[in-house]
């Protein structure tokens, strides 16, 4: 990634418009923005309030693709700090966007033309709305008259995409269109996060105005609780203290919320274990004597039991999703549940809380935190997890005559990578040997699609990953042969911004996760599973301008892993792995999370 | 050759007896824990904004409630407007709906109306005309006012509450029913309660305390 200055900093004068007017209006002073101090030049134009808008956010990067529509404000992107990344595809812009904000903690911005570019673009939106990332997508839109008419590229984007945003707006007015990017902006990150939208049709963005957007502040009518209700944190901080079975679930809104610290405090404190969801993965160090790890439909057995047999659970920032719970008759079935959410839709809408606890995660947890006097008297609860550990440890064998073992292949990148290496996965087997086999420690490390679960999101969130992420950190995409396909030609913008990610295709030449439950629950018969046409994977990278590695047996890891890694810019192992592997434990959909099979025939 | 990990099988693992109901609630083999479903009326005010209801009843069919009735219109404020909907849902589901159209950010309160709360909905009826006298007397009973009549048929409009309507069309069906339209519930709470004023996120919903104690209120049907 090319050094970049860092961005001008408005200053508090820009918003006046006094102040505005009477900067210099020579259309040639280009030199000005040198200097940090300089009032920016004022807006003319909706798109230039745009970009302006986003500016005063402090927007570094932006990614997208061009279009009719979305001109007006390529246009004026032209003559801004913000750095564009083009993708070869918008659904790449989208994935990206998100990734950025899930790695950096500040909305990703994504950009498109209207209709075709507009509706890539869902797929990662939707994908951002499940997993509350925050994000905001900039989408062109026809000019106003045409609005309605089906004119060429028309779609009805606040439709189409009003189910899967935190919220979107149809911009009508050139003063007012940066306002609402503002407010849009400010909205995709507070609170519980989201994807926010905002549709721009042609005439607004090229309209005239002078107009400079408000900051960055969410509309009145939207209103988040910080701290919980006193009166229940007291009840709950009893019922921990009382607790002989405690446990704590972290989900990903611990990581949104900035409460790692807080969580891994309490629990080491009054030494409860703690499970995670797989997007709370990260939230708590995976190698801590307390960790035990994810739960879930491919958790580990261990964190199944745990959830299981607790009578008190401690469930942060969590919508309790069914590949979590399993069956809800059986889920955590003696456990009394203090549910800390800052979404009050989140209580009790799949498992009832019995405590239910609105605030911001952090602060919660602190309050928690004060209120607990003892710590529970647990000592045989814990022995039990650690027994549990050892009992249902993830071991596998790999034998050096058969096929590369998938896990191997995890963890050899795991050891070669510092902890702080930012991991994204496509969706499948691959996915759950990246959660099962590598050891998180560190918040914002694991960038999944855990809501939506999109194959083809791993590469185009490793641009994203990789543009946030601090320069030390590692980008590893571990990856499937059919979700590498599906976004693939993102390596083009890889290889064009020399990002040094290193994608590992676990090449099984199946949509191994189709096939493992067409040979569970369909009698083995693998329709429109078995994909044994794909490319050589190494090559097409090279084809691409990236570097291709290969490996066919254990032999080659070494190598091929060090080697990747060590190479500056995009690289791509091609890693041929038992075709039959297949991800254990596993719980199947709407099972009891107890009674999770190790094997095939538990099933 | 063994493959795949190591672990007691399922059936050697203890389960606990536990076990919660499809509401996620716990079994307390003491409290029966099921909600029936009961009819309410919610009121939303909105930002008088275009999409806005587009956005309401979309949260409505995606998350599978079930509306009775919705109705719209505007408010003393230019820039506001308000949504009515009838629901019948068990307690939980009641709860979410006020919960997550407090979550879009267009919506400035939503409340669930108290039993005593003024509801009315109209209804236009189009009845065949051939007895006069007779569809007179029936119109008077319930203080159906004539709109429209011709030599065959006669149309009426009725307003009240849910019953009375219902009531009044099925005496009308002994003419023959022509056409009927009826628009949905609208809502006011009675005297200086304020039907829809603004309230915060609030912590604790009335159902999410009801689920912590288990008392569920059985609200009357209607007026
Ligand atoms: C866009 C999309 N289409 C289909 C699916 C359904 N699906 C889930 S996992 C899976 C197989 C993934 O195969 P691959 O990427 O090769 O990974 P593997 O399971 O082999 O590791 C499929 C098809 C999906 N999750 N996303």
């Known amino acids: 990634m090319s050094e970049r200055a860092a961005s001008v900093t408005p200053t508090e004068e820009q918003h006046d ?77 989208s994935h990206a966007a998100d990734a950025y904000g899930i790695v950096s903690g500040e909305p990703g911005v994504c950009l498109a033309t209207s209709g075709p570019g507009a509706t890539n673009l869902v797929t990662g939106i939707a994908d951002a709305d499940m997993d509350s990332d925050p994000m905001i997508a900039l989408t062109g839109q026809v000019p106003t008259e045409f609005v309605g008419n089906d004119a060429f590229q028309e779609t009805d984007t606040i439709g189409v995409t009003t189910p899967v945003t935190k919220d979107n707006t149809f911009s009508t007015d050139p003063d ?127 964190a199944n039991m745990a959830v299981t047999h607790c009578d008190t659970m401690i469930a942060v920032g969590t919508r309790f999703d069914d590949r979590l719970t399993g069956g809800i008759e059986t889920f955590a079935p003696d456990a009394e549940i203090i549910h800390v959410d800052i979404d009050p839709a989140e ?16 602060t919660v947890v602190d309050q928690l935190g004060e209120a607990v ?17 050892s009992d249902y440890s993830m071991a596998y064998d790999a034998p050096e005559d058969e096929p590369v073992r998938p896990e191997f292949i995890v963890e050899a990148l795991d050891e070669a990578t510092s902890d702080r290496a930012v991991v994204t996965t496509g969706v499948g087997q691959h996915q759950m040997w990246a959660c099962q086999y590598w050891t998180y420690t560190e918040p914002r490390t694991w960038v999944s699609s855990h809501g939506l679960g999109t194959m083809g999101y791993g590469l185009p969130a490793a641009i994203g990953a990789r543009v946030a992420a601090a320069d030390d950190q590692e980008v590893v995409c571990i990856d499937g042969d059919g979700s590498f396909l599906m976004t693939l030609q993102g390596l083009s913008v890889a ?54 590695f290969r490996i066919d047996d254990y032999d080659d890891v070494a190598d091929a892993v060090t080697e990747a890694l060590a190479y500056d810019g995009p690289s791509v192992i091609d890693a041929h792995i038992d075709p039959q592997a297949n991800v254990y434990p596993m719980v199947p959909s709407g099972g009891d999370n107890g009674q999770f099979a190790l094997t095939e025939d538990q099933l | ?112 109306l108290a039993s005593d709360a003024m509801r009315r909905e109209l209804a236009l009826v189009k009845v065949d005309a051939e007895r006069p006298d007779q569809v007179a007397a029936v119109a008077d009973m319930y203080d159906a006012k004539t709109v429209d009549s011709s030599p065959e048929t006669a149309t009426f409009e009725i307003t009240g509450a849910r ?9 009308f069906g002994q003419f023959g029913i022509r056409e009927i339209s009826r628009t949905g519930t609208t809502a006011l709470a009675r005297g200086t309660d304020e039907t829809a004023g603004r309230d915060p996120a609030t912590a604790v919903s009335s159902a999410d305390a009801a689920n912590q104690s288990h008392e569920y209120t059985q609200t009357p049907t209607d007026d």
């Not at chain 2, 904004?49 to 995606?62: D, Q, T």
Request: charged share 25%; glycine share 8%.
């Open chain 2, 1 to 112: 050759m063994k493959r795949g990990l190591e672990g007691p099988p399922p059936e050697e693992r203890p389960t606990p007896a536990g076990r919660r109901n499809k509401q996620g609630i716990r079994i307390d083999p003491e409290i029966e824990a099921t909600h029936d479903p009961r009819r309410t009326v919610i009121s939303v005010l909105v930002e008088h904004e275009p999409g806005v209801l587009a956005e309401a009843s979309g949260l409505f069919s995606r998350r599978q409630f079930n509306i009775e009735s919705l109705t719209v219109g505007p408010t003393t404020a230019d820039d506001r407007a308000r949504i009515t909907l009838v629901v019948e849902e068990p307690d939980p589901g009641i709860d979410q709906i006020k919960k997550q159209l407090r979550k879009l950010v267009p919506v400035i309160s939503v409340r669930e």
């Open chain 1, 495 to 548: 290889v064009r911004e020399n990002l040094d990610i290193t994608v590992v295709v676990l090449n099984n030449e199946y949509i191994g996760m189709v096939r493992q439950w067409q040979d569970a629950f369909f009698e083995g018969r693998h329709s429109a599973s078995d994909y044994g046409w794909m490319p050589e994977f190494d090559k097409l990278a090279e084809a691409f301008g990236a570097q291709g």
């Open chain 1, 373 to 389: 006097d003892a710590s529970p008297e647990a000592k045989k609860w814990r022995a039990q997890c650690q027994q549990w550990k």
């Open chain 1, 17 to 93: 418009d006094q102040t505005t007017t009477d900067a210099d209006e020579s259309g040639d002073d280009g030199a000005a923005s040198s200097d940090a101090e300089t009032t920016p030049t004022p807006v003319t134009t909706g798109a230039e309030s745009v970009i302006r808008a986003l500016e005063n956010a402090g927007v570094e990067y932006a990614f997208g693709v061009q279009g009719g529509a979305i001109m007006p404000v390529y246009d004026a992107l032209y003559d801004s700090d913000i750095y564009h990344i083009t993708m070869a595809h918008e659904q790449g812009a």
């Open chain 2, 163 to 171: 019953q009375k309507i219902d009531a009044a069309i099925e005496t």
């Open chain 1, 176 to 302: 007012r269109v940066g306002t609402d990017v503002s407010e849009a902006f400010a909205l995709a990150g507070e609170g519980r996060p989201g994807p926010t939208l905002v549709d721009l049709p042609k005439d607004v963005t090229n309209g005239e105005t002078d107009r400079e957007p408000d900051g960055p502040r969410v509309p009145d009518t939207y209103e988040v609780q910080e701290r919980a209700d006193a009166e229940i944190v007291a009840a709950a901080a009893e019922r921990v203290e009382n607790a002989a079975r405690p446990i704590m679930l972290l989900g990903g809104g611990v990581i949104k919320g900035e409460a790692s610290e807080a969580c891994r405090a309490f629990a080491t404190e009054h030494e409860i274990p703690v499970v995670t969801t797989m997007p709370g993965i990260g939230s708590f160090p995976e190698d801590h004597e307390l960790a035990m790890e994810m739960a879930g439909m491919h958790g580990t057995g261990f």
């Open chain 1, 347 to 362: 209580i009790s809408k799949n498992i009832h809380a019995d405590y239910p606890l609105v605030g911001d995660a952090a």
